[in-house]
Nanobody, 122 residues
Framework: QVQLVESGGGLVQAGGSLRLSCAAS????????MGWYRQAPGKQRELVAT???????TYADSLKGRFVISRDNAKNTVYLQMNSLKPEDTAVYYC????????????????WGKGTLVTVSS
């Protein structure tokens, strides 16, 4: 029932920057946690960053300092600013949203976008 559409992926050279966008079909204020995940060829999907409805952020340790997650509630959009890109950042990046069914988050509904491909050349 919640649609997430990613955009902004593409080809970029190492050391460059790229900003990904995730547009939601409903108010992101009503979504408890939104985030970005990525999946490189031959590897499992991994967490990149998350942002709660209250604005708290988390990052994968290896990415902290290079990537920044942010949101624009008026546009129902979450962003991922990627800086100092490396070839190992090449992956399909997926937008994610979690809607808690219980206040403590013990039960939730997870939504996924279709992904956007980021390719970093060496």
């Amino acid at each position: 029932q919640v649609q997430l559409v990613e955009s902004g992926g593409g080809l970029v050279q190492a050391g460059g920057s790229l900003r990904l966008s995730c547009a939601a079909s409903r108010s992101i204020v009503s979504l408890n946690v939104m985030g970005w995940y990525r999946q490189a060829p031959g590897k499992q999907r991994e967490l990149v960053a998350t942002i709660t409805s209250g604005g708290a952020t988390t990052y994968a340790d290896s990415l902290k300092g290079r990537f920044v997650i942010s949101r624009d509630n008026a546009k129902n959009t979450v962003y991922l600013q990627m800086n100092s890109l490396k070839p190992e950042d090449t992956a399909v990046y997926y937008c994610n949203a979690r809607l808690f069914l219980r206040p403590d988050g013990s039960s939730d509904i997870t939504y996924w976008g279709k992904g956007t491909l980021v390719t970093v050349s060496s």
